[in-house]
């Protein structure tokens, strides 16, 4: 026979997480937010981790959050003039709360350190390139250097891109 207790513990449990995912869904709104983002809610509004947990992964399965739909999202706009490293990256997106496993799904899909390094400089100084004067040059590559090595892209790499676009880097480094 069923205990009583352990019965009555049971619904507790269940009518704890409904009332959890009724809250969670009128927070989310029409808003996709990761699901680290719902755990810092419900554990702010008294749920405990393994409540919360349950919440979130029923709230996946009904599609109220979709970490990897969000980190295919950030990895999709952080290329060209926003490019970062994919290191970067993935700081980027654990910072924002997605599932350690969408983070890794997405990051295959970003460009390669190289590639986004290389379209960066092309989108953000092409033409500060082209049109600098040779006194200036030294000043543009360091700022160049500089402003890549803020993106999260490694000084080796960053020199070898610098070299390969025809940029002179002897003489700053």
């Given at each position: 026979?069923?205990?009583?207790?352990?019965?009555?513990e049971?619904?507790?449990?269940?009518?704890?997480?409904?009332?959890?995912?009724?809250?969670?869904?009128?927070w989310?709104?029409?808003d996709?937010?990761?699901?680290?983002?719902?755990?810092?809610?419900?554990?702010d509004k008294?749920?405990?981790?393994?409540?919360?947990?349950?919440?979130?992964n029923e709230?996946k399965?009904?599609?109220y959050?979709?970490?990897?739909?969000?980190?295919?999202?950030?990895?999709?706009?952080?290329?060209?003039?926003r490019?970062?490293?994919?290191?970067?990256?993935?700081?980027?997106m654990?910072r924002?709360?997605?599932?350690a496993?969408?983070?890794?799904?997405a990051i295959?899909?970003?460009?390669?350190?190289?590639?986004?390094?290389t379209?960066?400089?092309?989108?953000?100084?092409?033409?500060?390139?082209?049109?600098?004067?040779?006194?200036?040059r030294?000043?543009?590559?360091?700022?160049?250097?500089?402003?890549?090595?803020?993106?999260g892209?490694g000084?080796?790499?960053?020199?070898?891109?610098?070299?390969?676009?025809?940029?002179?880097?002897?003489?700053?480094v």
């Amino acid at each position: 026979m069923d205990d009583p207790k352990t019965r009555q513990e049971s619904m507790s449990l269940q009518q704890t997480v409904s009332k959890g995912r009724s809250q969670a869904i009128q927070w989310l709104g029409l808003d996709k937010k990761p699901s680290g983002r719902v755990l810092t809610y419900l554990s702010d509004k008294g749920y405990d981790r393994d409540t919360a947990r349950m919440i979130i992964n029923e709230l996946k399965q009904d599609d109220y959050i979709n970490d990897e739909l969000l980190a295919r999202q950030v990895v999709k706009r952080r290329t060209g003039r926003r490019a970062e490293s994919r290191s970067a990256l993935v700081h980027r997106m654990a910072r924002l709360g997605l599932d350690a496993s969408a983070i890794d799904t997405a990051i295959t899909s970003a460009q390669s350190d190289y590639d986004a390094a290389t379209a960066l400089i092309e989108a953000r100084f092409r033409q500060s390139i082209d049109l600098v004067r040779a006194g200036e040059r030294n000043a543009l590559f360091k700022r160049i250097f500089m402003f890549l090595q803020r993106r999260g892209f490694g000084r080796e790499l960053t020199l070898r891109v610098m070299a390969d676009i025809g940029l002179e880097i002897d003489k700053f480094v």
